[in-house]
T-cell receptor, first 117, second 113 residues
Framework: GAVVSQHPSRVICKSGTSVKIECRSL??????MFWYRQFPKQSLMLMAT?????????EQGVEKDKFLINHASLTLSTLTVTSAHPEDSSFYIC?????????????FGEGSRLTVL | SQKIEQNSEALNIQEGKTATLTCNYT??????LQWYRQDPGRGPVFLLL?????KEKRKERLKVTFDTTLKQSLFHITASQPADSATYLC????????????FGAGTRLAVHP
């Protein structure tokens, strides 16, 4: 199956700093990628839809100035958590569907565990 | 708004038995429904997709049913093995959102030897 890679898998940062998480589709092109956040024992919550070459679409309640998304190429989307605070500590997961691929089937990255001290 | 409900309690079963997980949804008529497996600290892995015009779908030891009248999907693992222990997530597409998925909270399955 298609492979999605996330980096870093774990990151610890101080409060107030910014953290960038990369999501790459390794063997396919993806015009659209999705960013999810998951708190312990909770469901995945969709944060935003990343669109190649255009602005991301954010879900209600997600601050676009805090969670900056850039989808500069057909294989790379980045999520930058700006001025991170302890409440931003979470598991961030990206997903993608091959352009022209099977309806709905998403391929997920391994996730990035962010801990803000 | 769309709502997905999965049994939040863990399901404990004996190896070799059939595990059955439930996914109920409301305020919605999805074109398809998906099931994913998630291991601790990992991203979800796609298992099966079933469309609204399909009542049942199988893949090896997995079987999914989709009852659009009851607004329910059942996910079965036959001849379960300890390696099947994981959290299983039900997912539906956002209304009007192609490929955007909303996930249930998941049910943790533990298969004991």
């Amino acid at each position: 199956g298609a492979v999605v890679s996330q980096h870093p898998s774990r990151v610890i940062c101080k409060s107030g700093t910014s953290v960038k998480i990369e999501c790459r589709s390794l063997d396919f092109q993806a015009t659209t990628m999705f960013w999810y956040r998951q708190f312990p024992k909770q469901s995945l919550m969709l944060m935003a839809t990343s669109n190649e070459g255009s602005k991301a679409t954010y879900e209600q309640g997600v601050e676009k100035d805090k969670f900056l998304i850039n989808h500069a190429s057909l294989t790379l989307s980045t999520l930058t958590v700006t001025s991170a605070h302890p409440e931003d500590s979470s598991f961030y997961i990206c997903s993608a569907t091959p352009s022209g691929g099977v309806t709905g089937e998403l391929f997920f990255g391994e996730g990035s565990r962010l801990t803000v001290l | 708004s769309q709502k997905i409900e999965q049994n939040s309690e863990a399901l404990n079963i004996q190896e070799g038995k059939t595990a059955t997980l439930t996914c109920n949804y409301t305020n919605y008529s999805p074109a398809y429904l998906q099931w994913y497996r998630q291991d601790p600290g990992r991203g979800p892995v796609f298992l099966l997709l079933i469309r609204e015009n399909e009542k049942e779908k199988r893949k090896e030891r997995l079987k999914v049913t989709f009852d659009t009248t009851l607004k329910q999907s059942l996910f079965h693992i036959t001849a379960s093995q300890p390696a099947d222990s994981a959290t299983y997530l039900c997912a539906l597409p956002f209304s009007g959102g192609y490929n955007k998925l909303i996930f249930g909270a998941g049910t943790r399955l533990a298969v004991h030897p």
